[in-house]
């Protein structure tokens, strides 16, 4: 898939670059707003993002601008400046997501690929994991025909995260940003991640051994699924 | 105690003074003026008969072969008589003496005066009784008290008048300015009529001053705001670089941790900017209030979200809500991250196997949400600042905080106008008390 990346600040610009490159994406970098009015004008792209915060240019306008020659891309606004306007604008404005600095790249990772099952209609939503099936779409585990319905949202948000970054080690922070990064309190070391995986073990245990849900010691956990 | 009172007081109390004084010297004045005014009189009749003796000769008051002449009035108040004197003492003068006329003895005050008619010397004495005299005393006393004390509570009346008058500008700017709204006060400058000087300074330095904290508000807000700000982008490349760096496979797991431990401390700078800079945008009013949810629900939305915080120390949530509310125009993203902070709490600082009692009930006209912990408790030194930025108190030191929770709280309650009272005893627990105002 291609991505313009569009963010003045090069070094970020990079960051993102680099991950969605690994990540299989094919990245095309824009440090301004007049070199990607030209991009956009020329180029058909899957996904754009979209620093709002440009030194030369209204971010919303450019959004606007890219909207008539790229009708079919996903834009996903990236900004610092976390106003409550520049959100619903840009989302008025037909953005298709909305992320605010500072986030984690496993988010913006995930939230291109929620769009790409919305927008392209991938269907592969059933997972099978060891003795179990994640339905990501109902939201369900199904354990022999029956399903348990002792797992949470929170948990079952957990699960979704680990399968959607499979095989791939996903650390404490990254898995309590995404459940509880919207909240705002004033803890900054909270742990309670491993208090939801110790539940979902029990709850999954009572069925069968969730085997493939490994703890990856001293730096997170990871679901892993052999293709 | 305010101005006014001390003014009316101080007056009140100097009129008494002098009233009082007043009163006491009255008698002695009054008598003065009594003895005065009755020698005046003696002094007149004296040239009365002198004049008649003069004129008509002794003859008229004494026959001859009479040696003396007496008269008085029936009731004896008055008394002049005549007499050859034999002594040739000189008598001249008027004193306070007693004398007895028929069967009465009376005190009288009596001029004595010597002349010669006819070769002869005589002398003559007019006499008022005392009795008389003091007779006047009382009524002229009484007067003058009356009009004195009639005077000074005119006096009183017009003082008071006037200075309720003089000092209604004080008074306007200490309500409209000082006390009436919160203080610093940031609406419109309304200038208080007063053509006193002094009020008028007053009034215009509390007002440049106004202006000035403002000012020095608007700076600091808009300080944090910006600094929040130009922070989140190098956050977000370091989280980025981290993040990258932790996928790549020739980095070693020892240095993942390290690297983990590098996110760790780089959350916690995340946090603080961002709290701050949500308390600068709540500030600055950069939030909508356009959301519409029941207490019971958010609550409850609450609960999912923290539930799992339970756990760690077994701690026992309890919620009643004997009333449930619909909020209306409110931030339901603000609303919840208050419930959120103030549970939040109430489990961290909450003892193992502890309780948490979150209830919602009407009390009178007010909707009031408490959150009662079993928890370590606050001291009531500490009350007065724990919505200070920063503040950490002693015992959360063992907590990952960084004294922004309650911050949070409480602008988020100013920005919806919901009053906070805390309750809270060393080792037992705290009660925080949300009271929202009526609808």
Same mark, same amino acid.
């Given at each position: 898939m291609n991505v313009l990346i569009i963010e003045d600040e090069k070094a970020l610009a990079r960051e993102l670059e680099i991950f969605l490159s690994n990540n299989n994406y094919i990245c095309e970098v824009c440090f301004d707003g007049t070199s990607a009015s030209e991009k956009v004008a020329v180029n058909l792209y899957d996904f754009i993002l979209i620093d709002l915060g440009l030194p030369d240019y209204e971010g919303l306008d450019l959004l606007k601008e890219a909207k008539i020659s790229n009708p079919e891309a996903a834009y996903i606004i990236l900004t610092a400046r976390a106003e409550i306007n520049d959100r619903i604008k840009g989302l008025d404005m037909g953005a298709d997501d909305y992320l605010a600095k500072p986030f984690s790249l496993l988010e913006l990772q995930s939230r291109m690929q929620a769009i790409t099952r919305r927008k392209f209609g991938l269907k592969n939503n059933i997972i099978e994991l060891g003795d179990f099936l994640v339905n990501l779409t109902d939201r369900v585990i199904v354990h022999n025909g029956d399903e348990i319905s002792s797992i949470t949202k929170k948990e079952f948000d957990l699960i979704a995260y680990l399968i959607l970054h499979k095989n791939r080690t996903v650390t404490r922070n990254q898995l309590s940003e995404h459940i509880w990064g919207s909240i705002i309190n004033d803890d900054y070391d909270s742990n309670y991640i491993d208090a939801h995986i110790k539940n979902i073990r029990k709850k999954l245990n009572a069925h069968a051994s969730p085997d493939w849900l490994e703890t990856v010691r001293g730096l997170g956990y990871k679901i892993k699924i052999s293709t | 105690m305010k101005l006014r009172t001390k003014l009316t007081l101080f007056n009140t109390i100097s009129k008494l003074v002098i009233v009082t004084l007043f009163v006491w010297l009255l008698p002695v004045l009054i008598k003065n003026i009594n003895v005065n005014y009755t020698d005046t009189r003696l002094r007149k009749q004296r040239d009365e008969v002198l004049q008649t003796v003069k004129q008509q000769g002794i003859k008229s008051y004494i026959q001859n072969g009479e040696s003396d002449y007496a008269a008085y009035t029936p009731i004896k108040d008055v008394y002049v008589s005549i007499e050859e004197d034999t002594l040739g003492e000189n008598l001249d003068g008027i004193k306070n003496e007693v004398r007895k006329v028929e069967t009465d003895t009376i005190a009288y005050r009596i001029l004595s005066h010597n002349f010669t008619s006819d070769k002869k010397n005589y002398l003559l004495e007019i006499g008022i009784s005392l009795d008389s005299v003091n007779e006047r005393t009382g009524p002229l006393q009484s007067i003058a008290f009356i009009v004195l004390v009639g005077m000074i509570i005119l006096t009183i009346v017009a003082d008071q008048l006037y200075s309720d008058y003089i000092l209604r500008p004080l008074g306007m700017i200490i309500k409209t /300015?000082?006390?009436?709204? /919160?203080?610093?006060?940031?609406g419109s400058y309304k200038e208080v009529k007063t053509t006193t000087q002094d009020f008028q300074h007053l009034d215009l330095s509390i007002h440049q001053m106004i202006q000035t904290i403002e000012s020095t508000f608007q700076k600091e807000r808009e300080f944090i705001s910006n600094a929040s700000h130009e922070l989140m982008t190098p956050i977000s490349i370091l989280q980025s670089k981290i993040e990258n760096m932790f996928e790549e496979e020739t980095v070693a797991d020892e240095l993942k941790v390290r690297l983990l431990e590098m996110q760790r401390i780089l959350n916690r700078l995340k946090s603080i900017t961002k709290t701050l800079l949500l308390i600068s945008q709540i500030e600055n009013d950069q939030?909508?209030?356009e959301d519409t949810i029941t207490v019971s629900d958010l609550l409850q939305e609450v609960y999912d979200e923290i539930s799992i915080r339970l756990q760690d120390k077994n701690i026992t949530f309890e919620m009643v809500i004997h009333e449930d509310l619909t909020l209306t125009r409110v931030n339901k993203f603000l609303l919840f991250n208050l419930f959120f902070n103030l549970v939040n709490n109430a489990i961290k600082y909450n003892r193992e196997n502890g309780t948490i009692t979150v209830e919602a009930v009407k009390e009178g006209n007010n909707y009031v949400v408490n959150i009662i912990d079993t928890g370590i408790g606050i001291s009531t030194a500490d009350l007065p600042i724990i919505f200070n930025r920063f503040k950490k108190l002693k015992q959360a030191l063992q907590q990952d905080s960084f004294g922004l929770g309650l911050p949070i709280v409480k602008s988020i309650a100013d920005f919806h106008q919901i009053k906070i009272e805390v309750i809270s005893e060393k080792e037992v627990g705290s009660m925080f008390k949300l009271i929202f105002s009526p609808l």
């Open positions: - | /300015k000082l006390v009436g709204t /919160k203080f610093p006060n940031f939030f909508l209030k």
